[in-house]
T-cell receptor
Framework: QKEVEQDPGPLSVPEGAIVSLNCTYS??????FMWYRQYSRKGPELLMY????GNKEDGRFTAQVDKSSKYISLFIRDSQPSDSATYLC???????????FGQGTRLTINP | SQTIHQWPATLVQPVGSPLSLECTVE??????LYWYRQAAGRGLQLLFY??????ISSEVPQNLSASRPQDRQFILSSKKLLLSDSGFYLC??????????FGPGTRLTVL
């Protein structure tokens, strides 16, 4: 079993829809949770960063962490074609030098 | 603000030839630095990381090596490239807590 599981998709939704992207993990020591957005042929860009449980909102993006279920989510409201990209979750525990990444979910927003 | 550079952006090399990819970071001191490889349609594979000058941790026993000759310089090398070395190579630096910031990447094709 992988330490972090992420559905690779592809996921295709119409413009304006609410998108939900998810990751599950097995290591209960994870405390730092990140979402990256990667456009084709570009490096990943840090989108959201949260510590421990709870929600964090930034514009149309909301990151949610449920440590009791070992489940994290990224919600995109009013999705735009420019949101079409691969989204990777990443996480690690206190003091760790390395991040553990999900496989990434390929998202397409159709105009 | 911090900036990370990688070059070259693209590279086409014959099998058996040497390789040198360079990564430099500006605007931060003594960062943790990382080399990742991303095969087409696949997730991120950590190759090497460094917590300081001359300190290299290897994650995969392959024909690749890494060096950190200066505080903000990280180099990925190979003496003889294999077909399986083709991929998208990404350099990253670690922020104050756990998050990592990626460079633009180098796309390597070995023929």
């Amino acid at each position: 079993q992988k330490e972090v599981e992420q559905d690779p998709g592809p996921l295709s939704v119409p413009e304006g829809a609410i998108v939900s992207l998810n990751c599950t993990y097995s290591n209960s020591a994870f405390q730092y949770f990140m979402w990256y957005r990667q456009y084709s042929r570009k490096g990943p860009e840090l989108l959201m960063y949260t510590y421990s449980s709870g929600n964090k909102e930034d514009g149309r993006f909301t990151a949610q962490v449920d440590k009791s279920s070992k489940y994290i989510s990224l919600f995109i409201r009013d999705s735009q074609p420019s949101d079409s990209a691969t989204y990777l979750c990443a996480m690690n525990n206190q003091g760790a030098q390395k991040l553990v990444f999900g496989q990434g979910t390929r998202l397409t927003i159709n105009p | 603000s911090q900036t990370i550079h990688q070059w070259p952006a693209t590279l086409v090399q014959p099998v058996g030839s040497p390789l040198s990819l360079e990564c430099t970071v500006e605007g931060t001191s003594n960062p943790n630095l990382y080399w990742y490889r991303q095969a087409a349609g696949r997730g991120l594979q950590l190759l090497f990381y460094s917590v300081g000058i001359g300190q290299i941790s290897s994650e995969v026993p392959q024909n690749l090596s890494a060096s950190r000759p200066q505080d903000r310089q990280f180099i990925l090398s190979s003496k003889k490239l294999l077909l399986s070395d083709s991929g998208f190579y990404l350099c990253a630096w670690r922020g104050e807590t756990a998050q990592q910031y990626f460079g633009p990447g180098t796309r390597l094709t070995v023929l």
